[in-house]
């Protein structure tokens, strides 16, 4: 019998990726509640996106689990909470172990007070799914959706923060790729060949100057990030092939809080168009257009095929970035403007590619089936390439924190 929905995901996550695959998956909710039929099982799977994805990460199982009536307390720990013992002192008494915390013996796995690492668990961990996602809210928030900073103290300091990050990110030389574009034909165009593109550059950006500046406080993607934030934590302190090492990003700033260097949260940009931005931060990224924006495509092909395969592409650099934001006039600033977007991310166990020895497909199935969270694209290092890329392949490790809207300078 399970104790709670972390302690049966995991047990049925063989592979201990973090996302059940359709097998893991059926049994799971099998374990769950033996009167659901096949037929109900292939619709789960199919509306929390498993057939899309290949797998079902914890956020998605824990919530449908819990709309179903799945009476389990969460078992997630939140960062910093007291885990004491939950173990009877009697079969036949409500009475718990006296140990306040779990502190680890020479036994692995078990504590000083004799019980499992498993048995400590915090006042959240024992409640609900909606106990742990209330204790994720910002009481800062005042209502929904993009807000912009306004002439408050506490919204100019931040507002210069996020100036000081566009500007230290920029990349002053050795900054053009091919993403960039032709300065005569543009980007991806029927009319330009990869001789054009390179003879005739378009040019880069001197500066960036940050006219606007959105807060994204849309409360459900938060909440289904604090989610998988605290999954991944768990799962990076936790043995594993491969382990956990701290990859710093230069946009990995704190701003009005700190990021946790236990998971790898990382803020980096994304550039796009003030469209795709405002959707993007009311309900997350769409994996099925990954590849139709600014990614480079042969003349003639509706979508192309990213350098690490489909996923979420996200730069430590503004310079980079900026090569796939799309301008937009605005009346207020009475010029074009360039929206980019500040993602929060969760990199967790990074999986470091250092050369042009690229397997797409192992890439992400080591993601969803192996001991990885994401991919940190580093063409820097050893092929001294212009910039690293950071690539998560579950939309649910992303958070768009910020939306930026910026004045280029030549």
């Given amino acids: 019998e399970f104790e709670s929905l972390w302690q049966l995901f995991n047990f049925f996550d063989i592979t201990q990726s973090g996302h059940l695959a359709r097998g893991s998956f059926e049994r799971a909710l099998q374990a769950c509640r033996e009167s659901w039929d096949r037929g109900f099982i292939e619709s789960a799977w199919c509306d929390l996106g498993g057939e899309a994805r290949g797998g079902v990460n914890f956020a998605r199982f824990a919530t449908w689990a819990a709309s ?179 990859v710093p990003v230069l946009s990995g700033v704190d701003l009005n809080d700190k990021l946790d260097v236990c998971c790898n949260e990382w803020r980096v940009f994304h550039g796009t168009s003030r469209a795709c931005a405002r959707d993007i931060c009311s309900s997350n990224f769409q994996m099925a257009s990954v590849g139709t924006g600014a990614t480079w495509r042969a003349p003639g092909m509706e979508k192309g095929m990213p350098l690490y395969g489909l996923g979420i592409y996200a730069a430590e650099r503004i310079t980079k970035a900026d090569e796939y934001s799309k301008p937009v006039f605005d009346s207020e600033a009475g010029t074009e403007l360039f929206p980019v977007l500040v993602l929060r991310c969760i990199g967790g166990r990074a999986n470091v590619v250092l050369t042009n020895d690229i397997n797409r497909h192992q890439l992400r199935k080591d993601v969803y089936e192996g001991p990885y969270h994401s991919v940190v694209g580093d063409r820097v290092q050893k092929l001294g390439k212009p910039y690293r890329e950071v690539v998560i392949y579950d939309k649910d490790q992303c958070f768009p924190e910020y939306l930026l809207m910026y004045e280029r300078r030549y």
Wanted: charged fraction near 25%; proline fraction near 4%.
């Fill in 68 to 246: 179903e009536g799945v009476d389990l307390p969460i078992g997630l720990d939140a960062a910093g909470a007291a885990r004491p013992c939950r173990s009877r002192k009697r079969m036949d008494s409500d009475e718990c172990c006296s140990c306040k915390e779990y502190q680890p013996s020479e036994t692995p796995g078990i504590c000083t007070c004799g019980h499992k690492q498993s048995m400590h668990r915090s006042d959240i961990a024992e409640g609900s799914l909606s106990a742990f996602t209330a204790s994720m809210q910002v009481s800062a928030w005042g209502s929904d959706g993009l807000q912009e900073l306004r002439q408050t103290a506490r919204d100019k300091g931040l507002f210069l923060r996020l100036q000081k990050l566009l500007t230290d990110t920029h990349k002053p030389y050795d900054n053009w790729t091919r993403d960039r574009g032709c300065s005569l034909h543009g980007r991806n165009s029927s009319e330009c060949s990869t001789s054009c593109v390179f003879k005739n550059k378009a040019q880069v950006p001197k500066g960036y100057v940050l006219r606007k500046a959105f807060r994204n406080q849309n409360a459900l993607l938060w909440e289904r990030y604090c989610l998988v934030k605290t999954a991944i934590s768990h799962e990076c302190a936790r043995p594993s092939s491969a382990v956990f090492s701290e």
